[in-house]
């Protein structure tokens, strides 16, 4: 989608170290989602961010929603093998449907 | 056994063939979507729908159909396939009834286009 940009494209963490990805719409956001996806496969539903402020984490993967800037940053801490793959940001812009941001490729170096 | 099924995982067809990829659903749920990613471009939207008489177009739907034949059947027909057809499709499903639109994934269908 041309309205939701991701940043960066794809990046290289050594294991261990921290990375945060981006998500800034140019629309409104009425939530945002984030999935992963292992290469080739399917997208697995991570978290879901509605309000402005809005913080949750789950194991080591943290996402927030800034309301003002209308972005979202994911942040994984101590990052694994694990966590390699492609990071995926999806915007709820009030149509009933989810448009997606191009990705960001993850790969974490032993 | 997967919530969300696509049929087939993988298939490669020559320019000008009629194909059809199948999604079924045991979730219950009520809206079906199709989409395609192409890397460096994520996902866009093909088609979706929200009962099996609402078909919508989403961005990218030429040269595409699609058919709703049961609440849980959701097919996506490429009449005439061309190469930059060649893509990992998938089907994915919501649910009205949460107020989100958190949608449930198969597992993709990679086509090729020869």
């Known amino acids: 989608s041309q309205e939701l940009e991701q940043s960066p494209q794809s990046l290289i963490v050594q294991e261990g170290k921290n990375l945060t990805i981006n998500c800034t719409s140019s629309k409104t956001l009425y939530g945002l989602y984030w999935y992963k996806q292992k290469y080739g496969e399917g997208l697995i539903f991570l978290m879901m961010?509605?309000?402005?402020?809005e913080e949750k984490s789950h194991e080591k993967i943290t996402a927030k929603l800034d309301e003002k800037k209308q972005q979202s940053s994911l942040h994984i801490t101590a990052s694994q093998p694990s966590h390699a793959g492609i990071y995926l940001c999806?915007?709820?812009?009030?149509?009933?449907?989810?448009?997606f941001g191009a990705g960001t490729t993850v790969t974490v170096r032993a | 056994d997967a919530d969300v099924t696509q049929t087939p995982r993988n298939r490669i067809t020559k320019t000008g063939k009629r194909i059809m990829l199948e999604c079924s659903q045991t979730?219950?749920?009520?809206?079906m979507y199709w989409y395609r990613q192409d890397p460096g471009l994520g996902l866009r939207l093909i088609y979706y729908s929200f009962d099996v008489k609402d078909i919508n177009k989403g961005e990218i739907s030429d040269g595409y159909s699609v058919s709703r034949q049961a609440q849980a059947k959701f097919s996506l027909s490429l009449e005439s396939a061309i190469p930059n057809q060649t893509a990992l499709y998938f089907c994915?499903?919501?649910?009205?009834?949460?107020?989100?639109?958190?949608?449930?994934f198969g597992s993709g269908t990679q086509l090729s286009v020869l």
């Open positions: 961010l509605q309000k402005g402020g």
């Open positions: 979730k219950g749920h009520d809206r």
């Open positions: 999806g915007a709820d812009f009030n149509d009933y449907k989810l448009s």
């Open positions: 994915a499903t919501s649910d009205r009834r949460t107020g989100w639109e958190k949608l449930f």
